[in-house]
């Protein structure tokens, strides 16, 4: 059996570091202490200047595979009169978890080395590119539990693939390999080699630039979508301002000149 403290593993290589969900026993299904775990780990990597972007995997042969079943079948256990309530509090830490994978400053890549269902579709959805192993497959598995997505995929799978594509495959909650995840753009690229080194290479690649320019940028873009054109001009404005300051800025813009001048 998985330990409680392993449920989640952080490596780092170089400026790039791994976070694995790490109950293989039990298909890397996120319960409660899993979730805390996750949230922690990706606080601490986000909080540490040495790495520059994140790689999302799982252990075994499953990438995550939603829900842990126990926590589903305690909240039926529950007094009738509490199930809402304890959903509620439920969701709130769900909640946290997808946002905190969204909204880390760094790139965060989805190595998805095998099936990726309910919740764990939904983890692969909120990192800003997914990568997609030969053993992968995305289910919106919900509907089999009588359950609609919670876990942002009503939120991110639109985005990705449009609406009614995602309503369709919300509904069937069928799987999807991994060639029609690409062709889709459910998926951003297949791995050609090992997944988690074609992952950590392309992570690298989106490493090299300003962490400040980069945690910038992928905040409003994160949020341009829903937004005017005129709001994102005043938030570029304000992020450009702080980029102005930076030393990054300065240090990039003397060594243009001084190449320039030579």
């Not at 775990?37 to 986000?46: C, E, G, K, P």
């Not at 946002?99 to 760094?106: F, N, R, V, W």
């Not at 030969?134 to 009503?154: V, W």
């Amino acid at each position: 059996m998985t330990d409680l403290l392993s449920m989640v593993k952080t490596e780092t290589r170089d400026a790039v570091a791994i976070v694995t969900l790490n109950r293989p026993d039990k298909r890397n299904a996120i319960n409660d202490d899993m979730r805390h775990q996750v949230i922690d780990a990706l606080d601490r990597v986000n909080g540490d200047d040495r790495v520059r972007a994140v790689v999302l995997t799982g252990a075994g042969s499953v990438f995550c595979a939603g829900g842990d079943i126990a926590g589903m079948r305690a909240r039926l256990d529950a007094p009738r009169g509490k199930v809402g309530f304890n959903g509620w509090r439920r969701q709130k830490q769900t909640h946290r978890l997808i946002s905190t994978i969204y909204h880390i400053d760094k790139p965060v890549i989805a190595a998805v080395n095998g099936a990726a269902s309910g919740l764990g579709c939904d983890l692969a959805l909120a990192c800003d590119f997914i990568m997609a192993g030969p053993e992968a497959s995305f289910t919106m598995a919900y509907l089999k539990r009588g359950l609609i997505p919670d876990g942002g995929g009503l939120y991110f799978l639109p985005r990705r693939v449009g609406s009614v594509r995602a309503k369709e495959l919300i509904f069937s909650a069928r799987s999807v390999k991994p060639d029609e995840a690409l062709a889709i753009g459910l998926a951003d690229r297949l791995a050609t080699g090992p997944l988690l080194d074609d992952a950590v290479a392309w992570a690298a690649d989106l490493a090299v630039g300003p962490s400040a320019a980069i945690a910038l940028a992928k905040s409003i873009v994160n949020r341009s979508i829903d937004m005017p054109l005129e709001t994102v001009f005043a938030l570029g404005s304000e992020a450009q301002s702080i980029c102005y300051a930076s030393d990054e800025h300065h240090d990039a813009v003397n060594a243009f000149l001084n190449k320039t001048a030579k």
